[in-house]
Each structure stands twice: as structure tokens, then as C-alpha cells.
């Protein structure tokens, strides 16, 4: 009896665990295997909308709601009115026409008047389900038609009380296909899937993500019951408040990541100490820096310098609009390295970026005795081999160069900055092979002159410290920008002559390199023509991106040495080139530009003391975002507010360099609107980890458990590549 009654426990528990396994498992299953799916239907949400599991399917969330709260009796209804519900009695099935000219028409009336029906298609699926005589709750949009109100292929449900109960709420509308609507998965197909997998959920299935102290604290639901509600509603106060909750969880576990992830960095990741500031340092300062630092600029060293004397890996984003100086910090970090024995590398994402920079540099530098090289994919031979020996023997104080400065054979004596410039353009992959040149991580300044807005910095680059220049230096006239078209381009030439003829240079960009037959835009090589006739006493300069290398430095040469007075270019002088005489940039079919591309090439202009000039050319046909950019870009030269718009226009995941930065897939956080509720998620994760920095307290073992399950699926970080 004992061993039966032993044998009973161990069958009841190993049910008990199995059942456990089973419901932890639960919402990973393949949606395949929900009823009404199978695998064809499994295949298409999979291609169509990226949902291969239950779980997936749960979090495919409506992006607005139909208000069936309200029934209207036909006195009541306006054609004013959107789409609403009537109750009534179905009049007779009237079939008129055949074929493709077949329509149906009836009527639906109360106790109050009677709408006009009418149907042009599936006119012969609705008469075989429709009853004339039943009574029928109706959702359409009214109109008028010859003084009648009408309805043109309104939903009929058939009355019943278990169906008008089921109405009395907000019915979800999801976004779906074509190709799903053929297999009968509209919005409407969809939710059914999703009813068919809502009495599912239980504790076991979906286990609380929040510790109960948190959740009556900032008045969130329960995850189970934002589930629920976010997809069967009854009250605007039920939708509020499970996007509330979802949207905080969303925000909290990016947030607690990026956090954990900084504080676990900088324990486990030592530092190299710039104990001094050296010579080298001071030397400059005083004797070779031709004008003073701006408040900003001092304030990003003092934060660098701080960095540097803790023993701990900087891993610093530095902010700055076009012109404001982020280039000298750069070289005075880099000087603070030199000044205690290591060396310092500046990668840029073009060559010419990267000669420029070098120039500028090596020209300062070697005031002060040091040694600064360059090295890119165009340096080959005996060139390469001996500044690979240099670097290797500590010859060499600063390297400058592209991507050729991650490869394997360069090897630094002593690595202890690495300076990347404009990051976005470069792979995360790239990225992190400088990493690893030297047995400890160098210090990490990377510089962007995209300015970034709050919402993304918080949310892609939450786990570094990020500096912001956000003031130009004195004398710096703010650029004047206009928007002109194709019939003012006389007038315009006529300006660019006139500055000329003061001493001033031009740029001209073009979207594209050669006529496209498919693109009605201007090209660089018709431009080039059209230019050479407009000003045949000039000297003209030619940039593009299928130029050698060689080909490319001499002419931008002849145009630094104002040998030629014009530039027509391509994008490829989009960043970093710095020629302070060149005070007009003319951008063709500037409609077609990113407000980021557009904000940099501006950036090529005003570097001097000259006023300066931004000509905004394009066709008279401008779509309204079009419109928005070009108008943003007359108003402000504000990077920080353009970057505002971008973001408005373009929308987080297409901005330049947020896809590759690693920016997390966000289901119902808007970066726009939830400003707010992330800086308040942020401030609550950082006091829960000031107070809490393990995740150790009985209190917080919800959060923990629930963190340690999700912390591998989710995005990169430039935690984990610089």
C-alpha cells in the first residue's frame, strides 16, 4: 500500500513539473499550432508580420479601437457622423444587374425611421447569410445619397444577445496584408486568433514582470490583465491603462539593461589612469591653441579628464553641432593620453575626412614635437610597412585613418585612445576590433556631429556618458538659409558670381552622379556642364565617389589652395571638410535630402568669418514632408531641433545610424510623445539601482528573475563593441 501510495506522489509530481514545463513553454509554441492557423496561414503571419509564436501573436497590439459602446437609433444618425452601430429589422434582399454590375440593396429600420443598404461585392455570399425580417446590428459610415441616408457596404451581426454583449466594448482594429486578408486574415481574422488565445493566459503562462511594491507605486495594472484589456477593451479608461503598463515595461527593461550594463562595465572593466596632464598638453594649450575654448568645450574635458583619472574604461559619446569644436577636444584627450606614455588613434569613415583631419593634426603637432600618421587603404608598399613598424616601436604618438586602422597587421605599442568620428558610419563589428588593441580596453571617445535627440540618446546609447558642445565659438555667424526653384536659378547664379567676385568660393552638391532613368533629379555630370557654361571664367572643381582616391585629394587640393572657385560634388563632402573661404553651398533637389544630410552639408559653410549662405534648390512638385524639411531648415540652425523634426518625420528606426546602433524594437513606445514616461522610467530604474545596484533584495526578485530571462534576447549596445 505505501509503495502504491509513493508511486501516486512521484506520478503527481512529475505531473506537476511537466505541467510547469509545459506552461513556461507555453507561449513559445509555434503558431502553427493555435486553433485556426495551420501551416499555411502559420507561414504567412511569419513572412507577412514577423509572428512565428503565441507569444509573438500576443504582442501584436491594435493601433486604434472601434467604439461599439454606443448603439444610435436612426433619428439619431448624421452624416457628420464616423463609423457608428444602429439596431434594426432587415428589409427585403434586393439583387439589381449581373456579373460585375451585380449590387444588392435593402433597407434597415427601427422604431424611429428607416437607412438606405447597398452592396457591390460578395453580393452573393451576404444573400445566402443574410434574413430579411431578423434583426441585425449594423456598423458603417452614413452618407446621403439623392437626400437619403445611406450606408454602402455596411457590417450586419446578427442581433443576438450573446453578440450585443460581446459589442459593448471597443473592438481592436490590427494591422494585417493583402496576402493575409486573402486567407481571411483582415483585422477582424486576426483578433478571433488572438480570442483564441486569451483564456490561455494564466500565472503560469505569463508570470509578473514588476515587484508589487513598483506596481502600486506608479498605479500600473497587472501584466496579465494589460494583456488582456489592451486586446478586449469595454472602457477608453481600460485602453489607457494597458498601454500604460506595457509602455512602461517596454521603457523599464531597456532602461534597467542599459543601466546594469554600465554600472557591470565600469566594475569589471579597468582603465588606464592619465594620472597628468603633461607637457605635451600644457604646450599646446598655451602656445599652439589659436583661440580660447568656449564653456563648453571646458566643461567636456573637465567630464573626459574626470573619466580618466578613476581607473575605469571612458566610454564617452560626445555630442556637437557642425563647427562646434568637437575636433580639439579630441585632440587635447588624445594629448592627455601622449602625457602618460600611451598612444591615441583617430578613425574617420572617409578618406578624405581622414586627410583632412591628418592636415589639421599633424600641422599643430608637430609644433610641439610629436609624430602623427595617417594610414588608409590608398597607403601601400614600403609607405605602409614602415609606418606598421613605427606604430609597432611607439615611433608613432597619433594614427589617423579609415577602417585600414582595425585591420590585423596594426599593431600599437601602447594603445590608450581610440577617438572614432562620425560613428554611425561604421559597423558595430568594425568598431569593436579596436577594442582589442591593447591586453586592456582603451578609453573610447566617439563623436557625432548628427545630433542625436534626448529620447534616442536615452534609449540607444543609455549606457554611456554623453558629452554635449552645445555652444559655437565666438565670431561664428549663424548660416542664412533660403528655399529657391528652378525659376529663380538665374537669380541665384547671379549670386554666386557676385560672391565670387568678393573672394568667396562655392559648393554645388547633386544627388546623383550621372542621369537616372527612373529619377527625375538633377546629376552631377549635367550639372558640371551647366555650370562651366553659366561661369566660363572660373575654375571648377569636380567630387564624387567613384573618383580614385588620388583623383579626389588633388581636387580637393585645388580647391583648398582656392585654385578653383567652385566645387560641384556629391555627398561625399557631406562631412568634415573644412575650407573656411567657401561661404555659399548650393544643394540640388534638396527636397530629396534627409534633414541630417541636409543640416551637415550646410555645416560645410559659415567656418569662417564671412556670412554665409545656404541655397536650398528643387522642383516646383514637393511632397508635405518635403516641404516640412526644407521649411525646418530655413528656420533653424539648431542641429538639436532638426534632429526633433527628423525624428517626427522619419521616425526612430530609419534615422541615420540608430539601426546599426542597436535601437530596440519598441511595439507601443512613441520616442516622440513618451518623452516624459521615459525620462521617468529612466529616474525610477536608476534609484532602484542606487538603492539596489544587484537586483539582491526579497523584494526585487521578481524583477531579477524576470530580467535574467529577457537579458538574452535582447539588442546590442555599444556596451558590447567599444
Not at 12 to 19: A, K, M, T, Y
Not at 318 to 343: C, E, F, H, P, R
Request: charged letters at 25%; aromatic letters at 8%; glycine letters at 8%.
Amino acid at each position: 500500500m505505501q509503495t502504491i501510495v509513493a508511486l501516486y506522489i512521484s506520478y503527481q509530481n512529475s505531473l506537476l513539473i511537466l505541467q510547469k514545463k509545459i506552461n513556461i513553454s507555453y507561449l513559445k509554441t509555434n503558431i502553427e499550432y493555435l486553433k485556426g492557423v495551420g501551416p499555411a496561414r502559420a507561414k504567412l503571419l511569419n513572412t507577412e508580420l514577423g509572428i512565428s509564436t503565441f507569444f509573438d501573436l500576443l504582442n501584436h497590439f491594435p493601433f486604434r479601437y472601434v467604439d461599439k459602446t454606443k448603439v444610435y437609433t436612426i433619428n439619431q444618425v448624421s452624416v457628420n457622423e464616423q463609423n457608428i452601430q444602429i439596431l434594426g429589422e432587415l428589409g427585403p434582399l434586393n439583387i439589381q444587374g449581373v456579373g460585375r454590375r451585380k449590387r444588392m440593396h435593402s433597407y434597415l429600420k427601427d422604431a424611429t425611421g428607416k437607412v438606405e443598404l447597398i452592396w457591390f461585392q460578395g453580393v452573393s455570399f451576404l444573400q445566402k447569410t443574410l434574413v430579411p425580417g431578423n434583426s441585425y446590428l449594423l456598423y458603417g459610415k452614413p452618407s446621403l445619397f439623392k437626400g437619403k441616408i445611406n450606408f454602402s457596404h455596411p457590417q450586419l451581426t446578427l442581433a443576438t444577445a450573446a453578440q450585443l454583449n460581446k459589442n459593448s466594448g471597443f473592438e481592436p482594429v490590427y494591422n494585417t496584408t493583402e496576402k493575409l486578408k486573402l486567407r481571411g486574415l483582415d483585422s477582424r481574422g486576426i483578433y478571433q486568433l488572438i480570442l483564441n488565445l486569451l483564456p490561455k493566459l494564466n500565472i503560469n503562462v505569463l508570470k509578473e514582470s514588476l515587484p508589487e511594491y513598483l506596481l502600486k507605486d506608479q498605479k500600473l495594472i497587472g501584466r496579465i490583465s494589460a494583456y488582456q484589456k489592451i486586446h478586449q477593451p469595454k472602457t477608453t479608461e481600460a485602453i489607457n491603462n494597458s498601454r500604460n503598463r506595457l509602455k512602461f515595461d517596454e521603457l523599464f527593461f531597456i532602461q534597467l539593461r542599459l543601466l546594469l550594463l554600465k554600472s557591470g562595465r565600469k566594475v569589471a572593466i579597468k582603465g588606464f589612469i592619465f594620472e597628468k596632464l603633461g607637457d605635451y598638453f600644457n604646450s599646446f594649450f598655451k602656445n599652439v591653441l589659436p583661440f580660447d575654448l568656449t564653456g563648453a568645450q571646458k566643461r567636456v574635458l573637465k567630464e573626459i579628464r574626470k573619466d580618466t583619472l578613476i581607473g575605469i574604461q571612458m566610454n564617452r559619446l560626445l555630442q556637437g553641432d557642425v563647427g562646434s569644436g568637437k575636433t580639439i577636444v579630441a585632440v587635447m584627450t588624445m594629448l592627455m593620453a601622449i602625457d602618460n606614455g600611451y598612444q591615441a588613434c583617430l578613425m574617420a569613415p572617409t578618406e578624405i575626412l581622414a586627410q583632412q583631419h591628418y592636415k589639421g593634426i599633424q600641422n599643430d603637432l608637430k609644433k610641439i614635437g610629436l609624430n602623427v600618421a595617417i594610414l588608409t587603404g590608398s597607403i601601400k608598399g614600403k609607405a605602409r610597412k614602415q609606418i606598421l613598424q613605427y606604430l609597432q616601436d611607439g615611433l608613432i604618438h597619433i594614427l589617423i585613418g579609415t577602417h585600414a586602422l582595425i585591420e590585423d597587421p596594426v599593431v600599437y605599442k601602447n594603445l590608450g585612445l581610440v577617438v572614432i568620428d562620425e560613428q554611425h558610419r561604421f559597423g558595430v563589428a568594425q568598431r569593436a576590433k579596436l577594442w582589442r588593441k591593447n591586453t586592456s580596453p582603451p578609453h573610447i571617445l566617439v563623436m557625432t556631429a548628427t545630433p542625436i535627440p534626448r529620447t534616442l540618446a536615452l534609449t540607444v546609447y543609455g549606457d554611456l556618458d554623453v558629452s554635449v558642445i552645445d555652444e559655437l565659438p565666438p565670431g561664428r555667424k549663424p548660416v542664412i538659409t533660403s528655399h529657391r526653384n528652378d525659376r529663380k536659378r538665374l537669380a541665384v547664379f547671379g549670386f554666386i558670381q557676385s560672391e565670387i567676385t568678393k573672394g568667396r568660393q562655392v559648393y554645388i552638391v547633386y544627388p546623383l552622379i550621372n542621369e537616372s532613368e527612373t529619377l527625375e533629379l538633377k546629376d552631377l555630370m549635367d550639372g558640371y556642364e551647366s555650370v562651366q557654361r553659366a561661369f566660363p571664367k572660373q575654375q571648377i572643381s569636380i567630387v564624387h565617389g567613384q573618383m580614385k582616391p588620388a583623383d579626389k585629394a588633388f581636387e580637393m587640393e585645388r580647391f583648398v589652395k582656392h585654385e578653383t572657385q567652385i566645387m560641384v560634388a556629391t555627398t561625399v563632402i557631406e562631412v568634415g571638410v573644412n575650407i573656411p573661404n567657401a561661404s555659399i553651398m548650393i544643394i540640388e533637389n534638396a527636397e530629396r535630402f534627409g534633414l541630417s544630410q541636409l543640416h551637415q552639408l550646410r555645416g560645410r559653410v559659415g567656418r569662417g568669418a564671412d556670412q554665409s549662405y545656404c541655397i536650398l534648390m528643387t522642383g516646383n512638385k514637393i511632397s508635405n514632408d518635403g516641404l516640412k524639411r526644407l521649411k525646418t531648415m530655413v528656420d533653424t540652425n539648431d542641429g538639436f531641433k532638426i534632429a526633433e523634426v527628423d525624428l517626427e518625420i522619419r521616425g526612430p528606426g530609419n534615422l541615420e545610424g540608430t539601426q546599426q546602433s542597436g535601437l530596440p524594437e519598441l511595439k507601443l513606445v512613441n520616442l516622440i510623445r513618451d518623452t516624459q514616461l521615459l525620462q521617468a522610467v529612466r529616474n525610477i530604474v536608476e534609484e532602484i539601482l542606487e538603492d539596489d545596484p544587484r537586483l539582491q533584495k526579497q523584494e526585487n526578485l521578481t524583477l531579477k528573475q524576470f530580467y535574467e530571462r529577457q537579458k538574452n534576447k535582447t539588442w546590442l549596445t555599444w556596451s558590447n563593441i567599444s
